[in-house]
């Protein structure tokens, strides 16, 4: 996670927000190649999911909107995560991402005190090396009981005044858990006497719920049909972290298909749309063997809920949430005609009945789908043993190589052109030509600086799949080398082979 971390930073993909000012925790800033692939993440969406179906239309609602809808969705009420403070640090934590266990002597029962850790792939392993310290501390003999972790959701108060604050290593400084609704608050006009309170919507499902009648009627939409929205949610998160993983700020892509109310439907519909969304994240470069399915077990469901399937990755700190698809009944849209007075109803034609549909929500974070990318792309060779992946030797020239396997639709710059000397005109008037063309269906890149070989290896690290290079051939002939990133081999075509050659990569077709 680090070296993305670094390589982001490096290479101008993602930043921390407001760095000059030491940071602003939960908030990151896309830079040139990060912005570059975040819209290709959300275009390559849209038309995959809006305009190539004809059962699904799109919607752009505000993110701030009438109270009510909170209060109406459950989010005023329901939408909280249990934290807990530290009273010395004043640091605040989710309960239910710090582990804690009891440390005993396994003979005695003799308690020793507690130790604590941050939800993670090794939080077994540090809680287990923090109790064996405890015990040397002590000075104590013998084997210690086995660890039972358990989240401080679990923890009583006699429990939090030996479990030890994550910030600072001292006991009983915790308080109890108590509820945090995540939405963040903001006032809407010129009042202050609190009664202009409204909330930055911390999911773009509402809006297309609230909007469900304006669009069924106008683009006069027959049931199954679906709306899809793009957009910003703000969760105040208790304890962002992993980077984009978990942010205050993030881009949610949402589907909110509408099917028949019968009592079986949704199964069939759910089903289709998880394999539609699996089929597209690795139509899109996800690599399969980092993915996962994750089907909620009934009693952790929401009430309102018939079933909730999370398509999971394997991201650099564990394998966790990347797409939930939901099957939520007619709940949302019930909510709303209840606390609207509004009918939700839609009356079907054929049957000439009239009932509130029933919903399944596929829902996608882009910044999460970023990460994955970023982590399903990236690749080092190593300088004394040449890797191979896909049969391409990515141990280039004897020098270790970082590169980024995009998927040329997803990669930020989709190709560089290099003029081979600067000092030429007419080659540098021939790349210059290329350039341009190239630059007014893609983003390009040029660049004259250094030795080839440098210029491909920083086109490496940004991830871009092709390189061409303009050279003394090219003013004989008008041929051009292209090279590609992966397998780093070389193909002289003529110039007017280019763009169907890129199109063909980059789209497909
Ligand atoms: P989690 O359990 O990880 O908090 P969630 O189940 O609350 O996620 P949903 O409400 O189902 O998430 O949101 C749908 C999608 O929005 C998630 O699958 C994820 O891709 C994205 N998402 C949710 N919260 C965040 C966040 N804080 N930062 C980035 N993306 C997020």
Same mark, same amino acid.
């Given at each position: 996670?680090?070296?993305?971390?670094?390589?982001?930073?490096?290479?101008?993909?993602?930043?921390?927000?407001? =760095?000059?000012?030491?940071?602003?925790?939960?908030?990151?800033?896309?830079?040139?190649? #990060?912005?570059?692939?975040?819209?290709?993440?959300?275009?390559?969406?849209?038309?995959?999911?809006?305009?190539?179906?004809?059962?699904?239309?799109?919607?752009?609602?505000?993110?701030?909107?009438?109270?009510?809808?909170? =209060?109406?969705?459950?989010?005023?009420?329901?939408?909280?995560?249990?934290?807990?403070?530290?009273?010395?640090?004043?640091?605040?934590?989710?309960?239910?991402?710090?582990?804690?266990?009891?440390?005993?002597?396994?003979?005695?029962?003799?308690?020793?005190?507690?130790?604590?850790?941050?939800?993670?792939?090794?939080?077994?392993?540090?809680?287990?090396?923090?109790?064996?310290?405890?015990?040397?501390?002590?000075?104590?003999?013998?084997?210690?009981?086995?660890?039972?972790?358990?989240?401080?959701?679990?923890?009583?108060? =006699?429990?939090?005044?030996? *479990?030890?604050?994550?910030?600072?290593?001292?006991?009983?400084?915790?308080?109890?858990?108590?509820?945090?609704?995540?939405?963040?608050?903001?006032?809407?006009?010129?009042?202050?006497?609190?009664?202009?309170?409204?909330?930055?919507?911390?999911?773009?499902?509402?809006?297309?719920?609230?909007?469900?009648?304006?669009?069924?009627?106008?683009?006069?939409?027959?049931?199954?049909?679906?709306?899809?929205? *793009? %957009?910003?949610?703000?969760?105040?998160?208790?304890?962002?972290?992993?980077?984009?993983?978990?942010?205050? +700020?993030?881009?949610?892509?949402?589907?909110?298909?509408? *099917?028949?109310?019968?009592?079986?439907?949704?199964?069939? +519909?759910?089903?289709?749309?998880?394999?539609?969304?699996?089929?597209?994240?690795?139509?899109?470069?996800?690599?399969?063997?980092?993915? #996962?399915?994750?089907?909620?077990?009934?009693?952790?469901?929401?009430?309102?809920?018939?079933?909730?399937?999370?398509?999971?990755?394997?991201?650099?700190?564990?394998?966790?949430?990347?797409?939930?698809?939901?099957?939520?009944?007619?709940?949302?849209?019930?909510?709303?005609?209840?606390?609207? %007075?509004?009918?939700?109803?839609?009356?079907?034609?054929?049957?000439?009945?009239?009932?509130?549909?029933?919903?399944?929500?596929?829902?996608?974070?882009?910044?999460?789908?970023?990460?994955?990318?970023?982590?399903?792309?990236?690749? =080092?060779?190593?300088?004394?043993?040449?890797?191979?992946?896909?049969?391409?030797?990515?141990?280039?020239?004897?020098?270790?190589?970082?590169?980024?396997?995009?998927?040329?639709?997803?990669?930020?710059?989709?190709?560089?052109?290099?003029?081979?000397?600067?000092?030429?005109?007419?080659?540098?008037?021939?790349?210059? #030509?290329?350039?341009?063309?190239?630059?007014?269906?893609?983003?390009?890149?040029?660049?004259?600086?250094?030795?080839?070989?440098?210029?491909?290896?920083?086109?490496?690290?940004? %991830?871009?799949?092709?390189?061409?290079?303009?050279?003394?051939?090219?003013?004989?002939?008008?041929?051009?080398?292209?090279?590609?990133?992966?397998?780093?081999?070389?193909?002289?075509?003529?110039?007017?082979?280019? *763009?169907?050659?890129?199109?063909?990569?980059?789209?497909?077709?």
């Amino acid at each position: 996670m680090e070296e993305l971390v670094a390589l982001c930073k490096r290479r101008g993909f993602v930043f921390q927000s407001s =760095e000059i000012y030491n940071g602003f925790a939960g908030f990151f800033d896309y830079g040139p190649l #990060g912005v570059e692939i975040k819209k290709n993440i959300k275009d390559l969406w849209w038309r995959d999911v809006v305009r190539r179906r004809d059962d699904i239309v799109g919607l752009d609602s505000s993110i701030i909107g009438s109270p009510k809808i909170w =209060e109406a969705s459950g989010h005023v009420a329901g939408f909280s995560d249990p934290m807990v403070d530290c009273r010395e640090s004043k640091l605040r934590y989710r309960a239910d991402q710090v582990f804690w266990a009891r440390v005993a002597l396994a003979e005695t029962g003799e308690v020793l005190g507690a130790v604590s850790v941050m939800e993670s792939g090794t939080m077994e392993a540090e809680a287990q090396a923090a109790a064996d310290k405890m015990k040397r501390k002590a000075a104590k003999q013998g084997a210690l009981a086995p660890l039972d972790l358990k989240d401080l959701t679990q923890a009583t108060a =006699e429990d939090l005044s030996i *479990i030890p604050s994550p910030a600072t290593g001292n006991p009983g400084t915790l308080t109890a858990p108590r509820d945090f609704n995540l939405m963040f608050q903001t006032a809407v006009g010129a009042t202050v006497d609190g009664s202009n309170a409204a909330y930055l919507r911390p999911e773009t499902a509402q809006g297309i719920f609230t909007n469900f009648k304006n669009v069924q009627q106008t683009a006069r939409a027959k049931i199954p049909f679906g709306i899809a929205q *793009i %957009g910003k949610a703000f969760r105040n998160e208790i304890t962002p972290r992993n980077f984009i993983f978990r942010s205050r +700020e993030f881009e949610q892509m949402e589907v909110e298909y509408f *099917i028949s109310d019968d009592d079986d439907a949704w199964r069939g +519909e759910h089903q289709a749309w998880l394999d539609f969304s699996w089929q597209w994240l690795l139509s899109i470069g996800l690599r399969e063997e980092l993915m #996962g399915r994750d089907v909620h077990e009934a009693h952790k469901l929401a009430h309102y809920a018939r079933a909730c399937t999370d398509i999971t990755f394997r991201f650099p700190f564990g394998q966790s949430e990347l797409q939930g698809v939901a099957a939520r009944g007619a709940y949302d849209l019930t909510q709303h005609q209840e606390a609207s %007075g509004k009918g939700m109803e839609y009356f079907d034609e054929a049957t000439k009945r009239k009932y509130v549909p029933h919903v399944i929500e596929p829902s996608l974070g882009v910044d999460r789908l970023f990460l994955a990318l970023l982590t399903s792309a990236y690749h =080092e060779d190593e300088a004394s043993s040449a890797r191979h992946l896909n049969g391409a030797c990515l141990h280039v020239g004897g020098e270790k190589r970082t590169l980024l396997r995009f998927h040329p639709a997803i990669a930020p710059i989709k190709v560089a052109v290099f003029p081979l000397v600067k000092n030429k005109p007419e080659l540098m008037a021939k790349a210059e #030509g290329l350039y341009k063309q190239l630059s007014m269906r893609y983003n390009c890149f040029w660049d004259v600086a250094g030795a080839i070989g440098r210029r491909y290896r920083r086109m490496d690290e940004a %991830g871009t799949p092709f390189c061409i290079t303009v050279d003394f051939d090219t003013l004989e002939d008008d041929t051009v080398t292209v090279r590609d990133r992966d397998s780093t081999e070389q193909v002289r075509m003529p110039m007017a082979d280019v *763009i169907p050659y890129l199109d063909k990569a980059v789209h497909g077709y």
